[in-house]
């Protein structure tokens, strides 16, 4: 049980963290939902990156390593890589802007305003609660899958997914942003550090590089190869799949909770950093994951779909030792909880702003009234996330792309939003309706039958889904009345 002890030890250490953080607190709800606006360069970096590193990276990235080989690097790494600061730059930045100004909590509020629709705000709000669950589910099955797996199944899984929730809901009430801000940059330097501890000690134990990937070639050499065939029955990555792929990372822009860590900065020159180091920190958890799941095939025979999720725990067991292997595996419990704070939180603030606050459903909210319904609904996000986590058996890593999809699918509507004045509601209506739609149609096929492909081929259907909307949003504004000039002069400079 030494193992499950420096693991409990871990949470302690990061309830502290988070806990001291709120001595810092002003008390306000614009504190507790946006850290009032204060947080310098490091600490967004490790904010935003430890954010979008969730075990989809640390598990799901080793899982489809150990399935799908060396392509996996240039599936979500290497573009998103490119992609993601991109991003930050474009927009990233001019949210930033316009929410000091507008004063802005959540991205609900910005697109509400900026079209002036409430029947908008809302469909973004439930979309994107539904979207975020399999994200959140990612995180809480994560941790029951580590603890479960690393004490030789002697703990179950609900044990680990109940840790996590809990230790994340504890700093996240009592800390808000400020406090998984401070969580997640110690999360977040804690995964990166024992992300490349873990590669370098099981490849040492392996016989060093050239040993280790001498027995993935001896048993497995389709892994280390490039290319569409299929090979000793593994579906190897099309090139088209992997120009596919390059939507994915675009979902950033119209994740909720990234929208309220870009609303946190305190400065524009406070993204610089995040623009310049981001791919270095993804190369530093990507790398380890994906190698670790490559050699794992050489480790472990036979493990089909979600059970390959399993991988990265099963190669730290058999080959650290007994301690060594608690904080190991600490360091995956802090890429899942400094993700999983971040979206619990967001949809806490979206719940009090802009449903409980904007429908009027407590007239004059005190300011400790408004942290006091961003907790209830924390707690009730999270407690769901358990309870769906116990009777869900998929892979972590199409779980994730499932939740990318929906997100990156919506992108036009942010473009739109902060590009183009000639963009109306119903345009941005359209778009979000197109994808609802299309996008429950492909989760149902593939939900049915894994293997399914869009029309028989390797293009994903985020491409599709992304091509509908953008044509839906341009189409629909066209369309429709041109917005009054109050509403573009409030956005766009003249």
């Known amino acids: 049980m030494t193992t499950l002890a420096i693991i409990i030890v871990y949470l302690v250490i990061v309830l502290l963290v988070g806990s001291l953080s709120s001595r810092l607190s002003r008390g306000t709800g614009e504190d507790y939902f946006v850290a ?12 935003l990156f430890g954010t979008n590193m969730t075990a989809f990276a640390i598990l ?18 290497s573009i998103s890589a490119l992609v993601i600061p991109v991003v930050f730059f474009f927009i990233g930045t001019r949210v930033w802007a316009l929410g000091k100004k507008h004063g802005y909590y959540t991205q609900i509020q910005f697109f509400r305003d900026r079209w002036n629709s409430n029947f908008l705000g809302l469909l973004l709000f439930v979309v994107s609660i539904t979207l ?9 099955m994560g941790g029951g899958i580590t603890l479960h797996n690393i004490t030789d199944k002697a703990v179950p899984e ?22 998984t801000a401070w969580a997640n940059a110690f999360q977040t330097v804690v995964f990166m550090i024992l ?28 892994l280390l190869q490039r290319g569409p065939a299929e090979v000793g029955g593994r579906n190897l990555i099309s090139p088209v799949r992997m120009l596919t792929y390059t939507c994915i990372p675009l979902s950033v822009g119209m994740f909720p909770h990234m929208f309220m860590h870009w609303l946190t900065a305190t400065k524009a020159a406070a993204f610089k950093k995040p623009l310049m180091f981001y ?15 490559i050699f794992g095939a050489a480790e472990f025979e036979g493990l089909r779909g979600p059970q390959a999720n399993y991988v990265l725990i099963s190669m730290i067991r058999e080959h650290a030792p007994v301690a060594l292997a608690g904080l190991l595996c600490a360091g995956v419990f802090a890429a899942i909880m400094s993700s999983l704070d971040s979206q619990a939180l967001s949809l806490g603030s979206m719940f009090t702003h802009d449903i409980v606050r904007h429908y009027g459903f407590q007239d004059r909210m005190t300011e400790k009234q408004q942290i006091v319904y961003g907790r209830i609904f924390v707690f009730a996000i999270l407690a769901l996330t358990f309870v769906l986590a116990q009777v869900t058996n998929r892979s972590i890593f199409r779980l994730g792309i499932w939740c ?32 609802i739609a299309l996008w429950t149609f492909f989760f149902a096929k593939t939900w049915v039958n894994p293997a399914y492909k869009v029309m028989g081929t390797d293009v994903m259907p985020v491409v599709v889904i992304l091509g509908v909307s953008a044509v839906a949003m341009v189409v629909g504004s066209l369309a429709s009345r041109p917005p009054e000039a109050a509403t573009v002069s409030k956005f766009f400079r003249d």
């Open 158 to 179: 609900w044990v680990g997914a109940a840790l996590v929730t809990g230790v994340v809901f504890a700093y996240v009430c009592f800390g808000g942003m400020r406090g």
């Open 195 to 222: 992300g490349g501890a873990t590669l370098s000690i099981i490849v040492h134990k392996m016989g060093g590089l050239s040993g280790a990937i001498a027995k993935v070639q001896a048993t497995h050499p389709e």
């Open 404 to 435: 990318f999809t929906g997100f990156a699918a919506m992108f036009p509507v942010v473009l739109a939003a902060l590009f183009w004045r000639r963009s109306t509601k119903v345009g941005a209506i359209s778009s979000v309706v197109s994808v």
């Open 132 to 140: 975020l669950i399999p994200y959140l589910l990612i995180g809480v």
């Open 279 to 293: 791919p270095l920190c993804i190369a530093a958890v990507w790398i380890p994951s994906v190698l670790l799941g």
């Open 36 to 47: 009032s606006r204060s947080i310098g360069p490091f600490f967004l970096l490790m904010s």
């Open 60 to 77: 799901g990235g080793s899982g489809e390593g150990y399935h799908k080989g060396i392509g996996v690097f240039a599936l979500m790494p």
